[in-house]
């Protein structure tokens, strides 16, 4: 399979605990993207990287919140002191970074992530 | 802010039936995106369009690129029971920014 990839899939967490979640983009693909979705809402814009520069964050990523592509390759997205209120499905997605296509992302299947 | 409205929110029509949704903004799009949503899986790319008045076909699905560059149209033929999802719209926030903005999305459920 040749499309994005997310780990784990499912996340139960308890508040005040750190999570991690993984993403590894369309191999070609030189930008990378973090959106999140609460139920009943389309994805929110969170942060995109441009190979391993990141490029754009959100308001919505507050201090809890960090990512990284260290290689330009796979990224993390951490969550410290979860909190209920990060309850939701995390998204990534992968896109060429150039070109007439550009704006085309193509998404991984998420990490849906719940705190107790 | 850029908003994207879509509608209507949802849909139950009976198998077999045309579809259509539409999304508008106040804002003017470069690029409309059209994705769909299965329940516990990410958007999947069903079309893009690229040029105001461009009619794109994906099978059964054809979408247009509004004139005014306000709005954007998504039509479903002869729908069938795996059609069943949400369908969102997205536009790039400015021409070369990496975020996408997201309608609220279509509920679409389909009736054997």
Known sequence: DTGVSQNPRHKITKRGQNVTFRCDPISEHNRLYWYRQTLGQGPEFLTYFQNEAQLEKSRLLSDRFSAERPKGSFSTLEIQRTEQGDSAMYLCASSLGNGGTINEQFFGPGTRLTVL | ?112
């Open chain 2, 1 to 112: 802010g850029q908003q994207l409205n879509q509608s209507p929110q949802s849909m139950f029509i009976q198998e077999g039936e045309d579809v259509s949704m539409n999304c508008t903004s106040s804002s003017i799009f470069n690029t409309w995106l059209w994705y769909k949503q299965e329940p516990g899986e990410g958007p999947v790319l069903l079309i893009a369009l690229y040029k105001a008045g461009e009619l794109t076909s994906n099978g059964r699905l054809t979408a247009q690129f509004g004139i005014t560059r306000k709005d954007s149209f998504l039509n479903i033929s002869a729908s069938i029971p795996s059609d069943v999802g949400i369908y969102f719209c997205a536009g790039p926030r400015s021409s070369n920014t990496g975020k996408l903005i997201f309608g609220q999305g279509t509920t679409l459920q389909v009736k054997p």
